[in-house]
């Protein structure tokens, strides 16, 4: 049995990136931990077309392309020939955009464009007038400008391509005009005495400490409603909204020291474990063993005789070689710290994507005292 020290460094596990989340890192601001009133958003999608691309535009077989640039041809009083249009400098896009409730009408916000076609790059096109709406079909917004997609797309004759960054999708800065804004939320500060506050990461321990934190400075005025929100009832002396605005950015300005819940966040692509401070592992046995399967191909030419009219025969042979490495059996006493569970994977020679299935595996088991998130 293996006592494992409690180390207060971060341990390299063979290339992984263990990264240790503390909540020991001191008190935040509430404003950087909530959300005020009416801070609600909506998603909004459209359909447009780009222009002016340099030949990268859209090719022949979009044909849901050429029918649009007819179709936007035809309103500005030309017709013309769907077949005659040619398409290699415009490309249709699908274009996004995220409307938040503090946006009024008349303020612009930034929009995504995402090329849907074939075209190889959006760079240097301009996107066309283009309406988002939402589910419902409600129009919010209006959209148009230059794309810009921080990067470039090169190909010169004999074939070759310089890429920088991905260039298929862009996004027009202050491209979008909001020409009808959302509704007032029930709680919008500027027309209500109760507001409530809402917790970015949702978490009941959070939430009674901030309610807590504003009842010693202010008086009894907040109480938590569940683990994301926080009511306030406003005082009576704060009748104007300038004098809500400046009591809300007082409370912005208070520090709390928020809960972080047990979690370990496991990404497969880059082989990027993020472990939180309260992950704990029950008193559990590892072992650890590789498995290498070896297969050669030898290839074997049967050559028929001089004037036989045979044929040369080309077979191949394989022969498969299988090494199986003698397993590390490792007991851990129940780790208390990640710094005890970073240490006992290094120990038994843990390879990053060893270190993911034993998670996963310890998951399984119910050895693993955390929420597991693969992305």
């Known amino acids: 049995m293996n006592h494992l020290p409690k180390a207060k460094l971060l341990t390299a596990l063979f290339g992984a990136l263990l990264i240790i989340v503390s909540s020991a890192s ?36 979009a044909s849901f392309t050429v029918q649009s640039l007819a179709n936007l041809i035809e309103r500005m009083g030309l017709t013309v020939d ?63 400008g230059p794309v810009s997609i921080g990067g470039f797309n090169v190909s010169v004759e004999d074939g070759t391509r310089i890429v920088n960054n991905y260039t298929l999708v862009g996004r027009v800065p202050g491209g979008g005009r909001v020409t009808h804004s959302m509704p007032a939320a029930p709680d919008d500060i500027s027309s209500t005495s109760d507001i409530t506050l809402t917790l970015k990461a949702p978490d009941y321990t959070t939430a009674a400490r901030l309610a807590s934190k504003i009842n010693i400075v202010y008086g009894r005025l907040a109480y938590a409603i569940d683990e994301a929100n926080v009511h306030i009832a406003l005082p009576d002396s704060l009748s104007s909204p300038n ?5 809300m950015s007082t409370i912005g300005q208070l520090k709390i020291n928020p809960d972080i819940a047990a979690r370990v966040v496991i990404n497969e692509k880059t082989g990027t474990i993020v472990a939180g401070e309260h992950v704990s592992i029950a008193p559990v046995a590892i072992a650890h063993g590789t498995i290498t399967v070896n297969i050669q191909n030898t290839p074997i030419i049967s050559q028929p005789g001089p004037f036989s009219g045979g044929e040369t ?48 595996a310890l998951k399984q088991a119910g050895a693993l005292r955390a929420e597991l998130i693969i992305l």
């Open 26 to 61: 001191g008190a935040v601001r509430i404003k950087d931990i909530t959300t005020v009133g009416n801070q609600r958003t909506i998603d909004l999608i459209g359909y447009g077309l780009v222009i002016g691309l340099d030949g990268s535009g859209d090719g022949k077989n």
């Open 82 to 144: 769907v077949n005659s249009i040619k398409v290699k400098n415009v490309a249709s896009v699908i274009v996004t955009a995220k409307l938040s409730g503090h946006n009024r009408t008349g303020s612009t916000i930034d929009v995504t464009v995402s090329s849907v076609g074939d075209a190889s790059s959006l760079q240097g096109g301009t996107l066309l007038m283009t309406p988002l709406s939402d589910i419902t079909g409600q129009t919010y917004v209006l959209a148009q």
């Open 243 to 247: 004098e809500r605005m400046k009591f």
């Open 313 to 360: 025969i080309v077979t191949s042979e394989s022969s498969i070689q299988v090494e199986d490495e003698s397993a590390r059996v490792m007991y851990m006493n129940e780790a208390v710290s990640i710094a005890d569970i970073a240490h006992a994977l290094n120990t038994i020679g843990a390879t990053p994507r060893d270190i993911i299935a034993i998670f996963q």
